[in-house]
């Protein structure tokens, strides 16, 4: 594996399954030093363990426990290069607007918007101390497609973070920190597999629209990660960095 990250730390948040320990071994691979953030403590130090990184259990909806992130990866490892802002959910309530309750669309908002722009606060001064830095935020392709299978608190999210890395993005870029938003496609992850699982026409549903013919697997997304957090991105901020296997391109798909 090119050594594209060789000497530099990067925090990844919902580092211990899917997308994030996909990418938490991608940017080990390519020489980094990994700081994996996740609630789980079991699954989330056995992801540290393994790459022989830091595992800092965080709950990324509490402002000072995110700040203690940043803080302790600043303290352990001297700096800060790379954050991916990964940590989401896409539960079941989560539905039509004609029946998702305020309560699941709160608790999807925080988890999914607000702990990026608290992921982005406090890792931006790092950066800036640094002289230089590169933010990937998770977004997702549903932040500029629509759904008639709609989570609408989830896609209102991703709009959100896709809006956010772009505003911020544009703010730093003369400070050395790039802020881009990754938009994947739907990822064959345990959140997916379970989703699908209980309803095979949802997924055949979605399915029929990727021109791919199939899901993503994370470690596609995890290399799409590396690209932007690497120095082979350095003309990149402020983009929507599609990784959907052709959906937003595709009117009508092969047969």
């Known amino acids: 594996m090119v050594q594209r990250l060789e000497g530099r730390v990067a925090v990844v948040t919902g580092g211990a399954s899917g997308i994030g320990l996909a990418t938490v071994r991608r940017f080990a691979s390519e020489g980094a030093k990994v700081v994996v953030a996740d609630l789980d403590p079991a699954t989330g ?7 022989g990184g830091l595992f800092v259990q965080v709950d990324v909806t509490d402002e000072e426990q995110v700040k203690a992130l940043f803080q302790t990866t600043v303290d352990t490892y001297g700096k800060l290069d790379i954050a991916f802002n990964n940590a989401g959910i896409s539960p079941p309530d989560d539905d039509s607007i004609l029946t998702t309750g305020i309560e699941a669309w709160d608790r999807v908002q925080k988890v999914n918007l607000t702990s990026v722009y608290l992921c982005c606060k406090y890792a931006i001064p790092h950066m800036q101390a640094n002289g230089k830095g590169s ?10 497609m629509g759904a008639a299978t709609s989570q609408i608190s989830y896609t209102a999210s991703k709009g959100g973070v896709l809006a956010m890395s772009r505003e911020l993005g544009v703010q730093f870029a003369r400070e050395g920190i790039r802020v881009n938003a990754l938009s994947p496609g739907p990822v064959n992850t345990p959140l997916l597999q379970e989703l699908f ?15 791919l013919g199939r899901f ?12 932007l957090a690497s120095d082979d991105s350095s003309f990149m901020t402020a983009s929507n960095f599609l990784v959907d296997g052709g959906i937003a391109g595709a009117y009508v798909t092969p047969l």
Do not use: G, M, Q, Y
Request: net charge negative; proline share 7%.
């Open 197 to 211: 699982a209980k309803d095979p026409e949802r997924a055949a549903r979605r399915l029929v629209h990727v021109p």
């Open 45 to 51: 130090k056995a992801a540290a363990d393994e790459v």
């Open 135 to 144: 933010i990937i935020n998770t977004a997702s392709f549903v932040a500029t």
């Open 216 to 227: 993503a697997e994370p470690e596609e997304i995890a290399a799409a990660v590396a690209f």
